[in-house]
């Protein structure tokens, strides 16, 4: 590889957006070259600096208002004074999935060497981020079995704030917070334990507000339980058994159903 | 991707359907943030900023029918993009206004973060390095600075980039090299000046 292809893929390497045997490729020739090691050295140092500091703005209150009131009206709800539950066929209507577009417009070089979005990458990586957590000192960032310490603390860590529930009393103890990072993006986890295992319960934005629900699948010999409400993309992932791991999901979700409706 | 933005703003029945609207407020209100943020980016002005935004928002319900994809956030951002299209040209044939960079927004600004446990220091230092990094950010060219915006600020993929942009994958590569080098000498100059 010549500099003037690594100057290129260098980025796509930053943004974990390269298969997995070109970075390999872009690694070996960053290896060998001072001059590229020192440029990735430094687009590594913005990106941290970039992502301590705040550089997204808050829309002001009064243009939400506006848009809001721009909108026609929804009908009045039930008497029964329920929210009815978005109709998750009625949201898919708007929300037909998959990307011809982009697909079409990926020059042929760009479509070989980046990587497959797909949710088995995503997924890998989501059990590497559970390896990793489990190794000393990694585990939890902020240690509290308090709910209401360990929400806040992820205020102003991420774009959302993961909902954190303690589910001590239907036998998961809820044991602290950790910020991760998946997909080349921070990611919050929220940590649990059943007995001696550890529940990693990581949580992310989604553009699709559509809900899914649970899958459970095996990714290297670990259970991973994932599905999506309301704009975030769940998954909890654990050595414990399949059946115990939907528990803790089933568990979970009616109580953050519970806090929407209480 | 198509954002066919026609003429007639005609109320026909469809417009005031309470369960589309539902579903739209649902789907694209949550970007609100995110839409303001590239809005403030690309225009460099709080209050065309938040026009800009409204703007897009009416245009998105009105095409809200026609919406099959890709995800919300590129769709919303290529409409944005439209509007914003629009008020260069208005403010090309206006008289020239100074853009005052040097206001420091974080006066009207609510912070993102809400610690208890954030000194005023830190808070301050904080600040300091966003506007310094937003001031480089707004000296790249058009292209570059959203491509950058798109991917370091909203966190898009490439892909979802170039539905945003309507370029090629290869092409938006390409811009973000560009401006991440720029943007790297920039940085370089700045940090030597400061020692």
Known sequence: MTCDE?????????????????????????????????????????RDVMAKSDLRYTAPASLRQRIDAALPKAAPAPASNVQPLPSRRSLLRGFAMGSAVSALAATGLVAIVLRNDDQQMVESEIVSAHLRSLQPGHLIDVVSTDQHTVKPWFNGKLDVSPPVIDLTAQGFTL????????????????????????????????????????????????????????GLNYWAVSDIGADELAEFGDKFEAAVQNNKEG | MPVNISQDMGQDSSQTDPERARRFREAALPHLDDVYTLARY????????????????????????????????????????NVCRAEYARRASAPATVLDDDTPETAEQTPMWHEEQQTPEA??????????IRRIIDTLAEPFKETFVLREINNLSYREIADAVGAPVGTVMSRLARARAMLRTAWLAEQEQAK
């Open chain 1, 6 to 46: 690594a100057e290129i893929l260098i980025h796509a390497l930053i943004d974990n957006e390269l298969d997995a045997s070109h970075a390999r490729e872009v690694e070996a020739h960053i290896a060998g070259c001072a001059r590229c090691t020192a440029a990735l050295a430094d687009y590594r140092r913005m």
């Open chain 1, 175 to 230: 044991i602290g917070g950790r910020l991760d990072y998946v997909d080349a993006r921070a990611i919050g986890a929220v940590v649990y334990k059943r007995r001696a295992h550890v529940i990693n319960l990581f949580v992310a934005q989604t553009s699709n507000a559509a809900r899914k629900p649970a899958k459970i699948e095996t990714v290297q010999g670990f259970n991973i339980r994932r599905w999506s409400d309301r």
């Open chain 2, 42 to 81: 690309l225009l460099r002005d709080a209050s065309d900023a938040e026009d800009a935004v409204q703007e897009c928002y009416l245009r998105a319900l009105k095409h809200f029918d026609s919406y099959r994809g890709p995800a919300m956030k590129p769709w919303l951002f290529a409409i944005l993009r």
């Open chain 2, 123 to 132: 808070e301050m230092i904080r600040e300091r390095d966003a506007s310094a």
